[in-house]
C-alpha cells in the first residue's frame, strides 16, 4: 500500500496556466517535503513543512500543509516549460526525524 | 562541502554478481538513506541509519545489505545481482535535531543482466 498517495498521477497545462497538485495521507505528517527531478536527472529541494497551516514560497510555486497534517497541496502560478518535470513529496510519517516515505510522485508537462 | 558523494554513477553487473555503492556525505548528519527509483514507482525506501553502527530496514530491504561504520558514510551491497535490481539509486543525508532538508546524492544508474 502507498502510504502517501500523490495526485493526479500525470498533468498536462498550457504555458500560463496555474495548476495544483496535492499529497495526501492517512497518517500525521509530521514533516512534508516537495522535490523537483527533471527527467533523467537528480532531485531539487523546494521546500520542507512542518506545522499545520504552514505556506511558504518560492518564485512562482507556493505550497501548504492542511491544519490537520494530512494533506499537502504545492500551486504553481503562471506555469512555464522550465516547471515541467516530475515532483515528488516526501513525509516523516512515524514522528519527527523518523524515515522519510516518498510517494509515486507527479509527472507534469507545460505546452508552450 | 562536497555534500552527498555517490559512487559510481553507472555499473553493468551480470546477474549473481555483488558490488557495493559507496555514499559519503561531508554535512556531520545523523541521518543517512539509500532509495531507489524506477519509472512510475517513486523514490522507495532501501534501509536507513539514524547513526554510526544503527540501520535499520526500508520498504524494500531484500537483496541489500547496509552498514554504517562511520557518521560519514553508508555503503549499500548488493550480494547477488538480479535483473529486478536494475535501477537508479539515491543516496539522501539530513540533520536529525532541527530537521531541515533531505540532502540527495546524484544518482547510481544500475544495469543487471
Known amino acids: 500500500s502507498q502510504e502517501l498517495e500523490q495526485s493526479p498521477q500525470s498533468l498536462i497545462v498550457q504555458e500560463g496556466k496555474n495548476l495544483t497538485i496535492n499529497c495526501t495521507s492517512s497518517k500525521t505528517l509530521y514533516g512534508l517535503y516537495w522535490y523537483k527531478q527533471k527527467y533523467g536527472e537528480g532531485l531539487i529541494f523546494l521546500m520542507m513543512l512542518q506545522k499545520g497551516g504552514e505556506e511558504k514560497s518560492h518564485e512562482k510555486i507556493t505550497a501548504k500543509l492542511d491544519e490537520k497534517k494530512q494533506q499537502s497541496s504545492l500551486h504553481i502560478t503562471a506555469s512555464q516549460p522550465s516547471h515541467a518535470g516530475i515532483y515528488l513529496c516526501?513525509?516523516?510519517?512515524?514522528?519527527?526525524?523518523?524515515?522519510?516515505?516518498f510517494g509515486k510522485g507527479i509527472t507534469l508537462s507545460v505546452r508552450p | 562541502n562536497a555534500g552527498v558523494t555517490q559512487t559510481p554513477k553507472f555499473q553493468v553487473l551480470k546477474t549473481g554478481q555483488s558490488m557495493t555503492l559507496q555514499c559519503a556525505q561531508d554535512m556531520n548528519h545523523e541521518y543517512m538513506s539509500w532509495y531507489r527509483q524506477d519509472p512510475g514507482m517513486g523514490l522507495r525506501l532501501i534501509h536507513y541509519s539514524v547513526g554510526a553502527g544503527i540501520t535499520d530496514q526500508g520498504e524494500v530491504p531484500n537483496g541489500y545489505n547496509v552498514s554504517r561504520s562511520t557518521t560519514e558514510d553508508f555503503p549499500l551491497r548488493l550480494l547477488s545481482a538480479a535483473p529486478s535490481q536494475t535501477s537508479v539509486y539515491f543516496c539522501a543525508s539530513r540533520r536529525l535535531v532541527n530537521t531541515g532538508e533531505l540532502f540527495f546524492g546524484e544518482g547510481s544508474r544500475l544495469t543487471v543482466l
Open positions: 516526501g513525509a516523516d510519517l512515524e514522528g519527527a526525524n523518523s524515515k522519510l516515505t
